[in-house]
T-cell receptor, first 112, second 114 residues
Framework: DTGVSQDPRHKITKRGQNVTFRCDPI?????LYWYRQTLGQGPEFLTY????????KSRLLSDRFSAERPKGSFSTLEIQRTEQGDSAMYLCASSSLLDEQFFGPGTRLTVL | DQQVKQNSPSLSVQEGRISILNCDYTNSMFDYFLWYKKYPAEGPTFLISISSIKDKNEDGRFTVFLNKSAKHLSLHIVPSQPGDSAVYFC?????????????FGKGTHLIIQP
């Protein structure tokens, strides 16, 4: 296992469409995180899971955003009814309980 | 309200000299601090961290200093090398080591001049 992977790397969509991103963490890591990064800003924490339990979701940006990790392995982040303001880099990270977070390369979303 | 601030958007340093990147925070509940490095088109890469019970942590060319009373930390890189050119993010967390949601600064773009 060489690290955290994210798919797709780039996504272009039209306003109003739904999009879903996938993250595969490092296999032995039980925590998985989602962040959003906009131009000129640092990553902004959205939500995280420990195994399949979502421990924090109050930081999701709106009710159009949802995340799942059904079997405690890969995770998906869905954005419904996309808006132009959703254009950003979406980063996934994973860690063990007492370890630093390792980030994937990100999915760049462009909403036209 | 930005809880982690990196007030220098960019910093240019000559190869072989020391690079000092600064970070300030406002949330007194932060007790664990990390530095990440980011190259274009890649995710952030962990560099070094420090717990609030320490005031210094070293790892090779990288040293992080923490001044809790001033709510300030700094990353020293010595000697600076061309491969150090990247964006550096300061991050902080409350009560969970590095394994809770992190609060990041806006980053400092470090440019190492030959």
């Amino acid at each position: 296992d060489t690290g955290v992977s994210q798919d797709p790397r780039h996504k272009i969509t039209k306003r109003g469409q739904n999009v879903t991103f996938r993250c595969d963490p490092i296999s032995e890591h039980n925590r998985l995180y989602w962040y959003r990064q906009t131009l000129g800003q640092g990553p902004e924490f959205l939500t995280y899971f420990q195994n399949e339990a979502q421990l924090e979701k109050s930081r999701l940006l709106s009710d159009r955003f949802s995340a799942e990790r059904p079997k405690g392995s890969f995770s998906t982040l869905e954005i419904q009814r996309t808006e132009q303001g959703d254009s950003a880099m979406y980063l996934c990270a994973s860690s063990s309980l007492l370890d630093e977070q390792f980030f994937g390369p990100g999915t760049r979303l462009t909403v036209l | 309200d930005q809880q982690v601030k990196q007030n220098s958007p960019s910093l240019s340093v000559q190869e072989g000299r020391i690079s000092i990147l600064n970070c300030d925070y406002t949330n007194s509940m932060f007790d664990y601090f990390l530095w990440y490095k980011k190259y274009p088109a890649e995710g952030p890469t962990f560099l070094i961290s420090i717990s609030s019970i320490k005031d210094k942590n070293e790892d090779g060319r990288f040293t992080v200093f923490l001044n809790k009373s001033a709510k300030h930390l700094s990353l020293h890189i010595v000697p600076s090398q061309p491969g150090d050119s990247a964006v550096y993010f300061c991050a902080a967390s409350e009560g969970g080591g590095g394994a809770d949601g992190l609060t990041f600064g806006k980053g400092t773009h470090l440019i190492i001049q030959p």
